[in-house]
């Protein structure tokens, strides 16, 4: 099993795929990884030799911005939308959806589990 930036990437899945496991990794960005480092991206993740795992691991740190470094840079992203007290920081600060969905039926997911509503008695 191949580690990539302390990611397990799947042996088995196709290497386009099997980057995909990697946060801030897309499909598109797989396969622009792959022809930077001159490697097929249909070749399984398994068969992937030390030299193509360093070649891969330089074309990211290079070119691309991913895992722990995102996610701090996502964070701060969103913890300055709250400071501001900007209309998409204060969705996110009360946990609704934040770029214009509705609310009135649906946004479970932002919302969290509907709560049951008390009915009127039957006489």
Do not use: W
């Amino acid at each position: 099993m191949s580690r990539l930036f302390g990611v397990n990437l799947p042996g088995r899945k196709r290497l386009e795929i099997a980057l995909q496991s990697v946060y801030g990794i897309g499909l598109c960005t797989a396969r622009e990884i792959c022809e930077k480092a001159q490697l097929d991206f249909g070749m399984k993740a398994e068969a992937l030799t030390d030299e193509s795992l360093a070649k891969i691991q330089s074309v990211i740190t290079e070119d691309y911005v991913i895992e722990g470094d995102l996610r701090r840079t996502v964070s701060m992203n969103i913890k300055a939308l709250k400071d501001m007290n900007c209309y998409r920081g204060v969705r996110h600060r009360r946990g609704l959806p934040v770029r214009g969905q509705r609310t009135h039926s649906n946004a479970r997911m932002r919302k969290g589990r509907g709560l049951p509503v008390a009915g009127k008695k039957k006489v």
